[in-house]
């Protein structure tokens, strides 16, 4: 399993385009993968007859480095491979579930004996952190004594059982006492518990095919793009001092100028003009074209912007490269090819790594404004709301004052207090507004 992105970690086997025994040359699909960002093609690095087909269709989860075929030289006799040793390591693939059958309890490695529901033993309470410790290294809690509040089995009680664990010496701590027999869990709740260390049973599982009870949930599987998601933003959040500026910006000129585009058939939407300013903008503040790797800040040379997307899988940012450089047309073209690849699962790696800049709209669907999460290692987003019309007091050559309305949108700027302060964060959001309610100003840059 070959990594596909900087950030993955693991991928799912969605399709083999070959089949044992078929030939194969360098640069050949060979199968589609799906990684945290998108579905991507393997092709082979090698010429040779694929001999065997390790991790099937429909896996995952298979982590990289994992053997998932075998490849052997024109002339050898492919259906007499030998399988290496590690070939077969199931702890690295979780292979797909059979139509109509019960989902497999998990991979099929050592694991902790499992806390069976039986009349007179105490089933253990564990908080998510604690159960993760002792899911990851097979420890059993029910020889201890939780400390939690209404005897919940803390993170710090796990930490403690893996110290005592890899000092090889017994648990000092209090050994749980059985209390007096207790009632049998309902059959439908035992079932629905999957893993190793059951949850409370309140709420309990709704079970498939039986009207949910009052009170259950159902889980839903996590797949890779949402788990990165879910990863990197809570590494923004918690890693990157954001600073947050709005600006309400006249669109009337932009509005006007892509009627007239619409006339000559040129269609292109406000979100293209947005682009555009913004390149123009950051071209005219390069310092706000920058990035922070954790040590220095590097201002980078060429103008890509991450467009924010979203699909089924989640939220991906497909970039377009050298914006400055390219006109609202061309700009408009790759906006939509991008998109369409993002929903498609289709982008290429180079399609939407990198970037130094991201833009967010969200005035489609009828929000006003909000503000984005930046998206590592960038310093800056803009949140672009929905267009309003609005009542605004003007002077007329003659010096009357008079109520003229005006389609107004708000955009916001979050920015990276570390590498863009709150004068050059002000002084960008001044110079875009003033782009985008002149522009002109886009064909002279």
Same mark, same amino acid.
């Given at each position: 399993m070959p990594a596909l992105s900087p950030t993955m970690e693991e991928g799912n086997i969605v399709k083999w385009l070959k089949k044992e025994g078929d030939t194969v040359n360098v640069g050949d699909a060979l199968c589609e993968i799906e990684t945290d960002k998108a579905v991507v093609t393997m092709e082979s690095s090698d010429d040779g007859i694929l001999a065997k087909i390790l991790v099937e269709e429909g896996s995952k989860n298979? /982590?990289?480095?994992? *053997?998932i075929g075998l490849l052997v030289?024109?002339?050898? &006799?492919? =259906?007499?491979?030998? !399988?290496?040793?590690d070939a077969g390591d199931p702890s690295s693939v979780a292979p797909p579930a059979p139509a109509g059958a019960s989902p497999p309890a998990g991979p099929a490695v050592s694991a902790p004996p499992k806390l069976q529901h039986q009349p007179g033993k105490l089933q253990v309470r564990l908080s998510p952190a604690?159960?993760?410790?002792?899911? @990851?290294?097979?420890? &059993?809690?029910?020889?201890? %004594?939780? %400390? #939690?509040?209404?005897?919940?089995?803390t993170k710090e009680d796990a930490l403690k059982l893996l110290q005592q664990k890899q000092k090889g010496k017994p648990s000092e701590l209090k050994p749980v006492v059985s209390p007096a027999p207790a009632a049998v869990p309902s059959p439908s709740l035992a079932t629905a518990v999957t893993s190793p260390y059951p949850r409370p049973a309140i709420p309990p599982v709704s079970t498939p095919g039986q009207p949910a009870a009052l009170g259950t949930f159902t889980e839903i599987p996590?797949?890779?793009? /949402?788990?990165?998601?879910? =990863? $990197? *933003?809570t590494e923004s959040k918690t890693t990157i001092p954001h600073a947050y500026a709005a600006a309400d910006c006249a669109i009337d000129a932009v509005l006007k100028l892509r009627k007239e585009l619409a006339k000559d058939d040129i269609k292109v939407s406000v979100n293209d003009f947005i682009i555009k300013a913004t390149a123009v903008t950051l071209k005219q503040m390069p310092d706000v074209n920058v990035t922070w790797d954790g040590e220095v800040c590097r201002r980078l040379q060429s103008i890509d912007i991450s467009i924010a997307v979203a699909t089924d899988r989640g939220l991906i940012t497909p970039i377009i490269k050298d914006v400055a450089a390219k006109g609202i =047309?061309?700009?408009?073209?790759?906006?939509?090819a991008l998109a369409k690849k993002a $929903?498609?699962? =289709?982008? *290429?790696?180079?399609?939407?790594? #990198? #970037?130094?800049?991201s833009i967010s709209n969200l005035g489609m669907f009828g929000i006003s404004d909000f503000t984005a999460v930046i998206n590592p290692p960038q310093a800056c987003i803009l949140a672009v709301g929905r267009a309003r019309p609005e009542l605004k007091i003007v002077e007329d050559e003659e010096g009357n004052e008079k109520l003229e309305q005006h389609q107004? !949108? %708000?955009? @916001?700027?979050?920015? &990276? #207090?570390?590498?863009?302060d709150d004068e050059l964060a002000s002084k960008f959001l001044e110079t875009l507004k003033a782009n985008i309610e002149n522009p002109i $100003?886009?064909?002279?840059?």
């Open positions: 298979v /982590r990289l480095g994992s *053997l030289e024109e002339g050898q &006799d492919w =259906k007499q491979v030998e !399988m290496p040793a604690a159960r993760n410790i002792l899911e @990851t290294h097979g420890l &059993d809690p029910s020889n201890v %004594t939780p %400390t #939690g509040p209404r005897g919940i089995f996590a797949s890779n793009i /949402r788990r990165v998601i879910a =990863k $990197r *933003l =047309k061309e700009i408009a073209a790759s906006a939509k $929903r498609d699962g =289709k982008l *290429l790696p180079e399609e939407y790594q #990198g #970037g130094s800049f107004l !949108m %708000t955009v @916001t700027l979050s920015s &990276d #207090g570390r590498v863009v $100003r886009l064909a002279l840059n």
